[in-house]
């Protein structure tokens, strides 16, 4: 059965305006600067869960005498220039003459070799002879300059009569514009979601010295009352460093930056050109492959239960017993806490005893039961651009069901993209992308219709 309503909004963006890119790269030496000839490949790994900045790597070609006499030299001050250019496809020429984007990184070769292979001829080893004589093709890691420098950095601070908002954004910002006179590429802005509301102000917090400055929202979660209790993202992206909940599926209606993906079934328009819809904070993707939607929540429950306990501190002075003087008990009411992220229908309501058994940091222990709740759903978006998601970029998922649009809400968790050139050969300029996208989804439908 055709869902009319659904390829409607697909075909939308399927015959929006399309933007192909050619990929350029220019490294960036103390004595000087040597172009790519032709890049091959180009990767990114996003992990917005467990990972503070994305893995970026490049296969490119050089000329095996700037490989030898610039670029492994300068192996341990390198750096990388990755610009990406509107092209005409059909044409095989730039737009224009200025990038569309462009990304500075730090470089670090993979193979650390200096090029003095047998294989090199005499010639070809003489830093005078024509660099068209031979090639070589190098992988190379890229390191975001932002996320370089601020990785670096340790903190500490003490803070009192405040909350833990306050602290993360002040803290972080304070340190960000402190880095940023050492190097401007640091001088990135602060994107924070709010912060639960039942995390109270505490009259005092401090954080130690040795603390790594990408590593403080991470210790306000765990070790000062916490933050989220869907999960901790903390995540830089380019310009900008995002504090947010990882977990938390009901963010999509609260903002106008976010992603739609339509998710059709079958070879739904191969040949399309255009994939994706870029409109004032709105992505919508359309992706036309296999798909994967798996319940983790089941063998979560089963394994680690459906909720979790602990012993309240601020309680255990206070109500541990109950009862009048002469029949006092141990009054486990008074002084446990317990969560349950839902029920099963089998009746197998398991909370059992966190791996901190006296706190009361509420928000991280409902944080470690919270993917509980939820499922995975991965699919295959191609002619992608993956620039455009961002850090815990609320999702919303639409897809066909016996004709009818069934719609889950989520957050994106993971994207990891690699583009490569559409045909062979060193003229070939234009390249696409496809990317892989790992979203967390409620367990049941937000609606279907």
């Known amino acids: 059965m055709r869902n009319a309503r659904l390829e409607r909004a697909a075909q939308r963006v399927l015959d929006s305006s399309s933007t192909q890119f050619g990929i350029e790269v220019t490294f960036i030496t103390p004595n000087g600067s040597v172009k790519g000839r032709r890049v091959l490949e180009f990767y990114s790994t996003a992990d917005f869960v467990s990972k503070f900045t994305t893995d970026f790597d490049i296969l490119t070609m050089v000329s095996l005498v700037d490989y030898r006499y610039k670029i492994y030299p300068n192996r341990d001050n390198l750096k990388a220039l990755v610009q990406w250019f509107p092209i005409d496809s059909s044409s095989n020429k730039y737009l224009s003459p200025k990038p569309l984007y462009a990304d500075t990184y730090r470089a670090l070769l993979f193979d650390n070799d200096d090029g003095a292979t047998a294989a090199a001829s005499a010639l070809s080893a003489k830093q005078e002879t024509n660099s068209l004589d031979e090639e070589r093709v190098i992988k190379v890691a890229l390191v975001e300059i932002a996320s370089e420098s601020l990785s670096y950095k340790n903190a500490q601070g003490t803070f009192r009569y ?31 979601y709010p912060i639960d509301e039942v995390v109270e102000k505490r009259d005092a917090v401090t954080i130690p010295i040795k603390t790594r400055l990408v590593d403080v929202p991470e210790f306000m979660q765990t070790k000062e009352g916490g933050l989220y209790s869907n999960g901790l993202g903390s995540f830089i992206q380019r310009d900008t460093w995002w504090i947010y909940p990882v977990f938390d599926t009901s963010r999509f209606t609260k903002t106008t930056r976010r992603l739609k993906i339509i998710q059709m079934s079958g070879p739904y328009a191969p040949m399309a050109e255009q994939s994706w819809l870029y409109e004032n904070g709105e992505l919508t993707v359309v992706c036309t492959t296999a798909s994967k939607m798996q319940d983790i929540s089941t063998s979560a429950q089963i394994n680690n239960g459906t909720g979790t306990r602990f012993i309240k501190a601020s309680e255990m002075f206070n109500n541990t017993t109950g009862g009048d003087p002469n029949k006092e008990h141990f009054n486990s009411e008074g002084i446990l806490a317990e969560f349950q992220v839902g029920k099963r229908d089998d009746g197998n309501n398991i909370a059992m005893f966190s791996d901190v058994a006296i706190t009361d940091n509420i928000v991280n ?58 045909s062979k050969g060193m003229i070939q300029k234009n390249m696409i992308a496809t990317a892989a996208i790992y979203c967390f989804i409620n367990k049941e439908v937000t609606r279907n219709g």
């Open 365 to 422: 222990e409902y944080s470690k039961i919270a993917f509980r709740k939820g499922q995975i759903f991965i699919t295959i978006w191609q002619r992608s651009m993956a620039r455009y998601v961002y850090p815990g970029m609320p999702m919303r998922l639409y897809y066909d069901k016996d004709g009818q649009t069934m719609v889950y809400d989520g957050v994106v968790m993971q994207i990891d993209e690699q583009w490569k050139g559409e």
């Open 162 to 192: 405040t909350d833990n908002q306050n602290i993360v954004e002040g803290f972080i910002a304070s340190q960000i514009k402190q880095e940023a006179q050492l190097n401007p590429a640091a001088n990135v802005k602060l994107e924070m």
